[in-house]
Every structure is written in structure tokens, then in C-alpha cells.
């Protein structure tokens, strides 16, 4: 399992600040928040000479949201982590029926009537 070190995600300017908890010396400041992974993750792996997809990033941006935006923040990417997988399993079994639907004989426009597609897409879908 990989080990997971928490960042404390602060502002300073026109700098936005990451600090590594319990590493001493882990801290780096970027211009762009995009930019603060890589950074961090190249500073821990600089650190440890280990890989920096060796473990795992926790975000704490409590300084930034309080506690209550941090709460929701953290509820808002478990969910939309939570539905980017359901949304791979819905196009998987989608897929799965169309091609049962082919293999039965139904024909493109009455299999998307059952799946909620128009005809092209399940045209296109079919083909891939």
C-alpha cells in the first residue's frame, strides 16, 4: 500500500504554497494551483529518491475554504469519483446490450429507442 502524505494548501500572494505534514523541509510555493501536484510530488520524490507516483497526495485547503468548504470539497471529489466510475460501468453495460441487441437481430433505430440514444449514436457505438 502506498504511503499517503497530507499537504496543507495555503496562499501567499500571488503564490500558492503546499506544505508536506510530518516531512521536514517539504515545501514548495507555484503560480498555479494546477501546478502544485507535480511540484510536490517531484519534491517528495527528490526527498525519498523514490518514484512520485511511489504514494499517495491527501489536500488539506482548510487555509483557503475553512473547515466547512474543506468538508464539502472533500464530499464533492469522493462523488464525483464515485460517478466517474459508475459512469464506466453504464457505458460498459450499454455497450454490452447494444451488442446483444445487434446479436439478436433489433435494429439500430428500435435499439436506441431502449437505450435513450438516437440511432446514430448507437450506430457509431456499434462500429467502434
Known amino acids: ?9 495555503s496562499r501567499e500572494g500571488k503564490w500558492w504554497i503546499g506544505q508536506v505534514d510530518g516531512v521536514v523541509g517539504a515545501a514548495t510555493e507555484v503560480a498555479r494551483l494546477a501546478e502544485l501536484d507535480t511540484e510536490v510530488r517531484d519534491l517528495l520524490a527528490g526527498l525519498f529518491d523514490r518514484d512520485d507516483e511511489d504514494f499517495d497526495l491527501s489536500w488539506d485547503m482548510s487555509a483557503i475554504l475553512g473547515s466547512d468548504g474543506q468538508s464539502v ?3 464533492y471529489r469522493v462523488e464525483r469519483d464515485d460517478l466517474c466510475a459508475l459512469t464506466v460501468k453504464v457505458e460498459a453495460n450499454r455497450l454490452a446490450t447494444l451488442r446483444a441487441l445487434r446479436e439478436a437481430g433489433v435494429s439500430v433505430r428500435d435499439s436506441a429507442a431502449l437505450v435513450g440514444l438516437s440511432h446514430q449514436r448507437v450506430a457509431q457505438l456499434l462500429a467502434a
Open 73 to 75: 470539497w472533500q464530499a
Open 1 to 9: 500500500m502506498k504511503q499517503t502524505y497530507t499537504v496543507r494548501v
